[in-house]
């Protein structure tokens, strides 16, 4: 059974960095990008970014570019979203998804919450 | 960078009615690389359609998808109660872009 599992909620300080991770299981995950997406509450989807662990082959969403960094740890099959300075701006639920070309599984999400 | 806009915004039907949400792209795009996801509160989204036209496993037969070029339909018929929700369209492959979603309510 294909699964990935994200790590649990965060709440941090303006300023502060973070890395959420998100573990896939059931498959190889070598052989699949794995993609994020973003979901500011009450809002829609927004296309972050996706990284393929195979090579660690990495592309960004222009939106998104130079503002998050995302990389993969294939001995551990985990892949992972990093932000170097939070900004409330970035308060929102964090998705990972497996790519078969559509987002064919999805993980819980990670909600992080930005305030001071 | 293709854009995606969803219609209506907000769809308010009765269990039982048929829906029909549609999607359109700024500029043509395959439908092999399309697809509409739904999302229910609290839930992450899941898959229902990919390639414009096919049932993701597990998706019930009275979900159907269709379009090419830049216009794409998601509809389902007869709706039952766990029906309601939100639906967004995709599309992927060269790049990736979400619609603004279409909230589908009980009337």
Redesign the interface.
Same mark, same amino acid.
């Given at each position: 059974e294909v699964q990935l599992v994200q790590s649990g909620a965060e709440l941090k300080k303006p300023g502060e960095s973070l890395k959420i991770s998100c573990k896939g299981s059931g498959y190889s995950f070598t052989s699949y990008w794995i993609?994020w997406?973003r979901q500011v509450p009450g809002k829609?989807?927004? +296309?972050m970014g996706?990284i393929y662990p195979g090579d660690s082959e990495t592309r960004y969403? *222009?939106s998104f570019q130079g503002q998050v960094t995302i990389s993969a740890d294939k001995s551990i099959s985990t892949a992972h979203l990093q932000w170097s300075s939070l900004k409330a701006s970035d308060t929102a639920m964090y998705?990972c998804?497996r &790519?078969s070309? *559509? &987002?064919?599984f +999805?993980?819980?999400?990670t909600l992080v919450t930005v305030s001071s | 960078e293709i854009v995606l806009t969803q219609s209506p915004d907000t769809l308010s039907l009765s269990p039982g009615e048929r829906a029909t949400l549609s999607c359109r792209a700024s500029q043509s795009v395959g439908s092999s690389y399309f697809g509409w996801y739904q999302q229910k509160p609290g839930q992450a989204p899941r898959l229902l359609i990919y390639s414009a036209s096919s049932r993701a496993t597990g998706i019930p037969d009275r979900f159907s998808g269709s379009g090419s070029g830049t216009d794409f339909t998601l509809t389902i018929n007869r709706l039952e109660p766990e029906d309601f929700a939100v639906y967004y369209c995709q599309h992927y492959g060269s790049s990736y872009t979400f619609g603004q979603g279409t909230k589908l309510e009980i009337k």
């Open positions: 993609g997406v829609g989807l927004e +296309w996706m969403s *222009p998705y998804a &790519l070309g *559509p &987002l064919d +999805w993980g819980q999400g | -």
